[in-house]
């Protein structure tokens, strides 16, 4: 079973009752999103190169994005970072009011 599954119940469990983390000791009441379990297994050995291969894709069509807007390869690939970065840094925000309204400020910042 790999690190991401461990933490939550499965899925033939009740996923509205509250339940302990034991990686990050805090209760909740549904379990993770499935972006976050599979970044929650990042060092596993069948998940480690899927991640990379699938940030590598999304970099790639996010960084092909920013030159189409004329922006110079560099600072696009390093735009196309900080988008991803904070893509990913979302799916941890504590609750879905705090999440839309950083959805909102990300987009302020990060679509030229």
């Known amino acids: 079973m ?40 990042s060092d596993d050995p069948l998940v480690a190169p899927v991640l990379a291969r699938v940030a590598e894709r999304r970099l790639a069509v996010l960084a092909r994005a920013y ?10 690939e390093h735009e196309a970072l900080l988008a991803y970065t904070s893509y990913l840094g979302r799916a941890f925000a504590p609750e879905d009011r705090v999440r839309q309204a950083y959805a909102r400020h990300l987009a302020g910042r990060l679509v030229p």
């Open 2 to 41: 790999s690190t991401a599954t461990k933490c939550w119940p499965q899925p033939r469990r009740s996923a509205t009752r509250a339940t302990a983390c034991g990686r990050c000791s805090r209760a909740t009441s549904k379990p993770p999103s499935i972006l976050v379990q599979l970044l929650r297994a």
């Open 67 to 76: 030159r189409e807007t004329g922006m110079p390869r560099a600072r696009a």
